[in-house]
């Protein structure tokens, strides 16, 4: 049997995502379809235990009188084998190739002339072991009357009958499951391409916000605007490096963080108070990069007025595995009707967090005292998830960012 199953429903879009994933063009590993795997080998011990109580039992009592023969064994085996091998033949070759192919005559053709075969040669059995065997003639009925034949044939065709009933519920079970793998499969990569978009977005998005920070001190300040231009290189060097992983180390993100910071401080100067609390009881935990920043980006868009003295409180701990990310800013008048409102980051933020954290982070976000406060918890006992791991998160993803954006600023 192949290892793989085809996945021709995906479009051109799809399999170049496949590829670029590392997965063999067009083609899905079965080693991905365990569950459906492992199912069909249970049924098939299953309907062989079946079929085997039924011959021991038949056998068993065709023993006349208690005296014990081997050959009273024999023609019950010889009809379990046969009911096996209709099973099998159905599984196989019947259902998928006949029934499926919508061959229905051909289907019940085969199965009427795999019943009669069936009968002649539990009789041949039943001539071969001679007299030996004969209790068998009684229990399972060889005399010559109609009613008795009938009977025979009547068992055959019900056992048939069931064999092809129960091999097409498992096969529409199998295609069913199949189905919505590469359903979720197709979702997941549009989700993974949306995500991978949405990464290349980070480094844009994160330049233009200081550029336009930067531009507002050069006729201010042109030697600070230089100063900042030369930490802008440096930081936007380490940004585009760790942008390009699946995740960092948590005292790189907050390294990245601080520097960013750093940047805004030389653009505001007095007007703005920064603090910066770091706790970290394992700073080699990995975090998926930039996470953090949309935060600070919007408490500094939102938070900092260039007349007014503002604060900005940033506290980041990692303790027991968890990462916490704790922001606070004053809400100043400028941004009391646009503070409502999230810009791509936080929205990133927001995607980005269901497809690597499912069911791993909370985030709070309200207002209090003349305060905007943001605060975000994240699972780091694992690292982000991966591509096979999202396969179960990647329907939820897109039908929650507007609630989470009401929440974030409602």
Request: hydrophobic letters at 45%; a positive charge; charged letters at 20%.
């Amino acid at each position: 049997m192949s290892d793989s199953i085809s996945i021709e429903k995906l479009n051109a879009t799809d399999t170049s995502i496949v590829s670029s994933l590392g997965m063999p063009l067009g083609r899905i590993p079965k080693s991905l379809l365990k569950e459906n795997s492992i199912s069909e080998k249970w049924i098939r011990v299953m309907m062989g235990i079946f079929f085997l109580s039924i011959g021991l039992v038949a056998a068993a009592s065709t023993i006349d009188k208690g005296e014990y023969s081997w050959k009273a064994y024999v023609v019950p085996m010889v009809v379990t084998v046969n009911f096996l091998c209709g099973f099998f033949l159905n599984q196989r070759i019947l259902v998928p190739r006949f029934y499926f192919a919508r061959r229905i005559k051909l289907f019940v053709f085969f199965n009427f002339l795999f019943t009669i075969a069936s009968i002649l040669i539990r009789d041949i059995a039943i001539y071969l072991m001679g007299t030996g065997a004969g209790c068998v003639y009684e229990v399972l009925g060889t005399g010559r009357s109609f009613l008795t034949i009938l009977s025979i044939f009547g068992i055959f065709i019900v056992v048939t009958g069931i064999n092809c009933v129960f091999n097409v519920m498992v096969r529409l079970e199998g295609i069913r499951m199949q189905e919505s793998y590469i359903r979720k499969l197709q979702e997941n990569f549009m989700l993974q391409a949306d995500l991978t978009f949405l990464k290349q977005q980070l480094s844009p998005h994160f330049l233009f916000n200081t550029l336009n920070n930067i531009t507002a001190l050069v006729d201010i300040d042109p030697k600070l605007a230089q100063k900042s231009m030369v930490r802008l290189s440096s930081l936007l060097r380490q940004v585009l490096q760790e942008t390009q992983k699946r995740s960092v180390a948590i005292e790189t993100e907050v390294d990245i963080l601080q520097k960013y910071c750093e940047l805004e401080k030389l653009r505001f100067g007095s007007n703005v108070e920064f603090s910066f609390d770091v706790r970290l009881e394992h700073p080699e935990k990995n975090v998926s990069p930039l996470l953090m920043m949309p935060l600070v980006e919007n408490a500094i868009k939102y938070g900092v007025h260039p007349s007014q003295k503002s604060r900005i409180a940033i506290s980041i701990s990692e303790k027991e595995d968890v990462l916490h990310c704790h922001v606070e800013n004053t809400i100043v008048p400028k941004a009391s009707s646009t503070h409502v409102k999230s810009g791509i980051g936080l929205a990133n933020l927001q995607r980005r967090l269901e497809v690597c954290y499912p069911n791993r982070y909370q985030y709070l976000a309200k207002k209090e005292n003349g305060v905007y406060i943001a605060d975000l918890q994240i699972s780091v006992k694992d690292t982000p998830l991966s591509f096979a791991q999202t396969m179960d998160h990647a329907e939820r993803v897109f039908n929650s960012v507007d609630g989470f954006e009401k929440a974030v600023h409602g």
